[in-house]
């Protein structure tokens, strides 16, 4: 089973508007940390936003906030108010801390455009 | 924020030759750091864990002796694609694991290696 999904190939928002993509994962670990990266078509992974398993209070940076229902297993990004730089892959990762390491495991990726 | 390096950001070279990629964090001590494989617009591909003055860590199917890993200080790990081939051309990208960052532990990553073999 994938640990963690990220079910929206594509995605397209309007500048200036918010856009939620989703993320679910799956994992027993009682301890666990999510993370949102933004790959422009440069190919560096910019780090966004994490939320850990026992953080009561979802993420926020800026213009960027995790949605995180840890009984459903989601952890959605929320970008509001879009820019045209927002256009970019994005992935959700999942650190599970029972492992040694810390590995982090990611999703298939988003493709958000944003369009003018 | 935590800042990693990459060196080279692109190379291309003759099948049989091996390829060296040095990855760096600048304003921090990673006694982790990994490295990861990615194929065009597919997520990437954990190849192997790096820790400092032990043997790397390599994941199923990744071979040892084709991608030989080194990581010999706290700010430094090197990848060495040995007798590379057509194959082996890819997107290479490490990350650092700083303990100290936000979160507590996070990985940053560098800004990636894009390997041609000719």
């Known amino acids: 089973a994938q640990k963690i999904t990220q079910t929206q190939p594509g995605m397209f928002v309007q500048e200036k508007e918010a856009v939620t993509l989703d993320c679910t994962y799956d994992?027993?670990?009682?301890?666990?940390?999510l993370f949102w990266y933004k790959q422009p078509s440069s190919g560096e992974m910019i780090f966004l936003i994490y939320?850990?398993?026992?953080?009561?209070q979802n993420a926020t940076e800026g213009r960027y906030s995790l949605n995180f229902q840890k009984a459903r297993k989601s952890a959605n990004l929320v970008i509001s108010a879009s820019q045209l730089g927002d256009s970019a892959m994005y992935f959700c990762a999942m650190r599970e801390d029972s492992g040694g390491y810390n590995k982090l495991i990611f999703g298939a990726g988003t493709r958000l455009a944003v369009h003018p | 924020g935590a800042v990693v390096s990459q060196h080279p950001s692109r190379v291309i070279c003759k099948s049989g030759t091996s390829v060296k990629i040095e990855c760096r964090s600048l304003d921090f001590q990673a006694t982790t750091m990994f490295w990861y494989r990615q194929f065009p617009k597919k997520s990437l591909m954990l190849m192997a864990t790096s820790n400092e003055g032990s043997k790397a860590t390599y994941e199923q199917g990744v071979e040892k002796d084709k991608f030989l890993i080194n990581h010999a200080s706290l700010t430094l790990s090197t990848l060495t694609v040995t007798s590379a081939h057509p194959e082996d051309s890819s997107f290479y990208i490490c990350?650092?694991?700083?303990?100290?960052?936000?979160?507590?532990?996070?990985?940053?990553f560098g800004p990636g290696t894009r390997l041609t073999v000719l």
């Open positions: 939320q850990g398993s026992y953080d009561e």
């Open positions: 990350s650092a694991r700083d303990v100290g960052g936000q979160g507590g532990d996070t990985q940053y």
């Open positions: 994992t027993s670990d009682q301890s666990y940390g």
